[in-house]
């Protein structure tokens, strides 16, 4: 008798173990961090949305978590529903003191929704909330008009600490109280920004309904990370984004600015971008951060199979020259490596052919990475590194990275200006030469 299967086809299995692999790094590194999310409130009626599944896993594997949920898109909706819009032209809240009890029932019915849905979307989720934040008045409004606004005074470290500490993610809330047991109306980015500031959190998360679409340079554009000093010359060069985005954004830079490693805005709304966002390197959002996320470093013994696997798309199109693994490995003080984070991303080979001339072979980036200026990142301190060596020139040969090279400083060359020794083993059908004078 014979038994059929269905085989999985093997590049389905290998894409699966590929992303398996590189999410484990990121699982292990985030493991007992503390991350604090800015919700819309949009997502929780949001039909395609797995975002608050997607919490409950990341909950799950250790990350621990605030989490401030935005309901002044609820509140504005049911207002506007009554003839009751209350925004002024900043779009912000300006509640009145009648206005609190229908505040607290929207709220609490919005938070009760969210926690129901946390604490079923995975075992051993158990979300807690409390008087985490404590409140006190705000400037009452231009208009003169008595609002019920208020600002962050403090938030309860030391009661979330023991309770953080036990794994379930902690909801805090935007009314607070303050003085004599008056309740404020709280901004949620102020809420989310002060918490991950005064419990030191690793990230400051903003789970959106949008993209965030960055009216950036082009390399801001191509990284989609940037610094804290670029999103403020950002808003400043275009005063007319959005005031909601414009908070957003400035409490992301502000996070920064205060310690926070890393600020991001990821579309809730796209199944899965949060995962992509926290446990891949290529990411799905964008990110604020001035830490050192982005660098080019030598290779090491280590690096050799991610190495070889970013050359072999390239080794197949004939356009780097075919590297073996024992090559590699041979010569790997030769390499220079590209990384986000820790995950190597591109390389560069650099073979000195004298005490004057260098070249930058093997150049190539991981395909999830290409656009985005690692190859430049690697050419850059290719040179740099040729330079500190003394030598003279630095010369390429490319089927199809003349672009990077030009960028770089690099003018179009022939074979005659090339060492004696490169000219006698190379082919040079299809492949332009460029040369960089470096003194």
């Known amino acids: 008798m014979t038994f059929m299967t269905n085989p999985t086809p093997a590049s389905v299995s290998s894409e699966f173990a590929h992303h398996l692999r590189t999410a484990l790094p990121y699982l292990a590194r985030f493991r007992n961090s503390l991350v604090v999310v800015l919700m819309d409130g949009t997502l929780l009626d949001s039909p395609d949305s797995h975002a608050l599944e997607d919490l409950a896993l990341l909950s799950q594997s250790g990350l621990r978590m605030l989490i401030v949920l935005d309901c002044a898109p609820l509140v504005g909706v049911e207002l506007t529903s009554h003839g009751e819009s209350r925004l002024n032209e900043a779009e912000q809240l300006l509640p009145e003191q009648e206005l609190l009890p229908k505040l607290e029932r929207i709220c609490a019915h919005a938070h009760s929704r969210l926690m129901m849905r946390l604490a079923t979307s995975g075992t051993q989720i158990l979300p807690v909330t409390g008087p985490f934040v404590q409140a006190e008045r705000l400037s009452s409004a231009a208009s003169g008009v008595e609002t019920c606004n208020g600002k962050v005074r403090e938030i309860c470290a030391e009661q979330l600490a023991p309770i953080l500490e036990t794994g379930g993610p902690v909801l805090l809330p935007t009314l607070a109280h303050g003085e004599k047991g008056r309740l404020w109306w709280l901004e949620a980015e102020e809420v989310a920004l002060e918490a991950a500031v005064r419990m030191r959190a690793q990230k400051l998360i903003l789970l959106q309904s949008t993209v ?112 073996t693994a024992e090559c590699v490995q041979q010569h790997i003080e030769r390499f220079l490596v590209g990384c986000v984070d820790e995950e190597v991303v591109g390389c560069c080979e650099l073979v000195d052919y004298g005490s004057e001339a260098v070249e930058l072979a093997g150049l190539a980036v991981d395909e999830a990475h290409r656009n985005r200026g690692f190859g430049r990142l690697l050419v850059e301190a290719g040179v740099a590194q040729a330079m500190r060596q003394g030598r003279s020139r630095m010369f390429a040969l490319t089927t199809g990275s003349a672009h990077v090279f030009q960028y770089c400083g690099f003018q179009p060359a022939t074979p005659e200006q090339l060492p004696e020794a490169k000219r006698q083993d190379y082919d040079f059908q299809g492949s332009g030469v460029y040369l960089l004078q470096l003194r």
């Open 212 to 323: 965030l679409h960055w009216q950036g340079d082009t390399s801001t554009q191509e990284t989609k990370a940037l610094t804290a000093n670029e999103v403020r010359r950002g808003m400043a060069a275009h005063p007319d984004w959005p005031a909601v985005q414009q908070r957003r954004v400035l409490a992301m830079a502000q996070a920064c600015e205060r310690g926070v490693e890393r600020a991001q805005w990821v579309d809730g709304t796209q199944d899965g971008s949060l995962l992509q966002e926290l446990l891949t390197s290529e990411g799905a959002g964008w990110m604020v951060t001035d830490r050192d996320y982005q660098r080019v470093r030598s290779a090491r013994l280590s690096d050799a199979a991610e190495i070889l696997r970013i050359l072999q798309p390239a080794f197949q199109k004939a356009a780097v020259v075919q590297r």
